[in-house]
Structures are given as structure tokens and as C-alpha cells.
Antibody
Framework: QVQLVQSGAEVKKPGASVKVSCKTSGYTFSDYYMHWVRQAPGQGFEWMGYINCNNGYTNYAQIFKGRVTVTRDTSSSTSYMEMTSLTSDDTALYYC??????????WGQGTLVTVSS | QSALTQPASVSGSPGQSITISCTGTSSDVGGYNYVSWYQQHPGKVPKLMIYDVTNRPSGVSNRFSGSKSGNTASLTISGLQAEDEADYYCNSYRGGSTYVFGTGTKVTVL
């Protein structure tokens, strides 16, 4: 069965960077795109960007361009999301999601990133 | 990038039908048949309920149905049950390989 297992919770200081991992199993990693979204406490979802796990092509929401980088390691079937210059507004649950075809049937369990001085 | 607009809350009694709207523009909801809906119970991971406007994944109750008219997509829950109480989010492809979520709707079963 398809599984997406994310890395554990992180606490960061303002201005720092964070890198969240999403290790997959149960399917051919390079056959699908991997997306990243976030959900601030008590709020809705914000789509951040995605990576084509076959060729590494990425695309990001305008508000995250230059501050978020999504990568993948095909040898370990893992995707990564790195965000720089963190502020308290970046405190949120971050999810990876495997795309179906323009929908998202599989989600990771979420990684809480807390930004606090 | 502005989110799709959903009502903040919708409520209904057990057995009733409710409909949640998701309003966008001709650049997203109205321009593509790529609207999906997600159910999220408190503290849980979202679950795909509808994709490609009207399609239901295997295992999702046929009490859930989707539709679209112009720039507004809708999710209807018929025969409302206590277990349907959750937050619901729509999502749409927006072109240029980007996506946008709705603002979310809290469904309360009275």
C-alpha cells in the first residue's frame, strides 16, 4: 500500500531554515509528482509547490518562490521541502501529497514546524 | 494568490442533505474540470472525497457527490450522518501547473 512518512516536528528560531522529508513506499516513486502544502493552526491549506519525481522539474506558488525548494532522492524514494528565512507566520503543519492526476489521494502524516524565538 | 471561496459553516440534521459551494474564477474552477474535495476530521490527515468534479474514489460513500456550474463547484452530502461532521476543503487546478485550495467549510450535524 502507498505510504508517505514524514520527518518529525521541528522548532526553529526566526531567520533559520528547515528541511522536511517525505519517505515513500508502495509505488514507483519516479512515476508521480509530489506536492507540498501547509496548514497554519486553525486555518486552511496553502499549496506550496511540487516536483516531478522523474526529471526533478519543480514549480512553486508565487509567494514561495525563492524561499522554498523541493527536491527528491530517487535512490531512497524521498522528497524534501526546504524553507529559508523562517518567521512566526511559517508556523504550520507541512504535508507532502502524492498526486493522482490533478488531485491528491495520498498524504503524509504532517510535520509541525514551529518558529519561535 | 487568493483562495477559492467557501462558506465558513454549513449545518444540517441527520438524514438531511447539505451542499457546500466553492467559488473561483474562469482561471481555476471555471476553466478546468480538476476540482477535488477533501474531508478533514480534527487532528487527522485529509481524505480525498471527490476528484475531477464528480468522481468518487473507491471506498467513499455514494452519499457524497460533486458538481460544477460556471465558476462554482459544489459538494453535496445526502443522508447526513454524525460521522460527516468535519471540515471540508475544495481544491482546483489553476493553470501554469499551480493549484489553489478553498477557504474551508465546517460541517456540523445538529
Amino acid at each position: 500500500q502507498v505510504q508517505l512518512v514524514q520527518s518529525g516536528a521541528e522548532v526553529k528560531k526566526p531567520g533559520a531554515s528547515v528541511k522536511v522529508s517525505c519517505k515513500t513506499s508502495g509505488y514507483t516513486f519516479s512515476d508521480y509528482y509530489m506536492h507540498w502544502v501547509r496548514q497554519a493552526p486553525g486555518q486552511g491549506f496553502e499549496w506550496m509547490g511540487y516536483i516531478n519525481c522523474n526529471n526533478g522539474y519543480t514549480n512553486y506558488a508565487q509567494i514561495f518562490k525563492g524561499r522554498v525548494t523541493v527536491t527528491r532522492d530517487t535512490s531512497s524514494s524521498t522528497s524534501y521541502m526546504e524553507m529559508t528565512s523562517l518567521t512566526s507566520d511559517d508556523t504550520a503543519l507541512y504535508y507532502c501529497m502524492r498526486e493522482g492526476t490533478k488531485f491528491f489521494p495520498y498524504w503524509g502524516q504532517g510535520t509541525l514546524v514551529t518558529v519561535s524565538s | 494568490q487568493s483562495a477559492l471561496t467557501q462558506p465558513a459553516s454549513v449545518s444540517g440534521s441527520p438524514g438531511q442533505s447539505i451542499t457546500i459551494s466553492c467559488t473561483g474564477t474562469s482561471s481555476d474552477v471555471g476553466g478546468y474540470n480538476y476540482v477535488s474535495w477533501y474531508q478533514q476530521h480534527p487532528g487527522k490527515v485529509p481524505k480525498l472525497m471527490i476528484y475531477d468534479v464528480t468522481n468518487r474514489p473507491s471506498g467513499v460513500s455514494n452519499r457524497f457527490s460533486g458538481s460544477k456550474s460556471g465558476n462554482t463547484a459544489s459538494l453535496t452530502i445526502s443522508g447526513l450522518q454524525a460521522e460527516d461532521e468535519a471540515d471540508y476543503y475544495c481544491n482546483s487546478y489553476r493553470g501554469g501547473s499551480t493549484y489553489v485550495f478553498g477557504t474551508g467549510t465546517k460541517v456540523t450535524v445538529l
